[in-house]
């Protein structure tokens, strides 16, 4: 059974930095995929950024260039680096495990943490 326990969200004025972690219990298998996603009030849910066991990264377009994913395997955690933080990065984030077998997808979900950014 995996399970995902997030970290590091807050308040922090526009033009400022979080960093979110993700501690995954369970056995983390290499073609896993971890992923950030958000959830604005009244939107759906977005992917942030992603990462495989490998390090390849994938950044959604309003966080490219400002958000780094990471991962250090030896800790199973993995982080989310946001600089220049803007109101409109507001939100829910959830870290995901991503685990795909030849028949099904099967998606993991941590409870979430707030992201509040003031302008």
């Known amino acids: 059974q995996v399970q995902l326990v997030e970290s590091g969200g807050g308040l922090v004025q526009a033009g400022g930095s979080l960093r979110l972690s993700c501690a995954v219990s369970?056995?983390?298998?290499?073609?896993?995929?971890m992923g950030w996603y958000r959830q604005a009030p009244g939107k759906q849910r977005d992917l942030v950024a992603s990462?495989?066991?490998?390090?390849?990264?994938n950044y959604g377009d309003p966080v490219k260039g400002r958000f780094t994913i990471s991962r250090d395997n030896a800790k199973n955690t993995v982080y989310l680096q946001m600089n220049s933080l803007k109101p409109e990065d507001t939100g829910v984030y959830s870290c995901?495990?991503?685990?795909?077998?030849?028949?099904?997808?099967?998606?993991?979900w941590g409870q979430g943490t707030q992201v509040t950014v003031s302008s």
């Open positions: 995901s495990l991503t685990r795909r077998t030849f028949t099904n997808e099967y998606r993991y």
């Open positions: 369970g056995t983390i298998f290499g073609g896993d995929v």
């Open positions: 990462i495989t066991t490998g390090g390849s990264t």
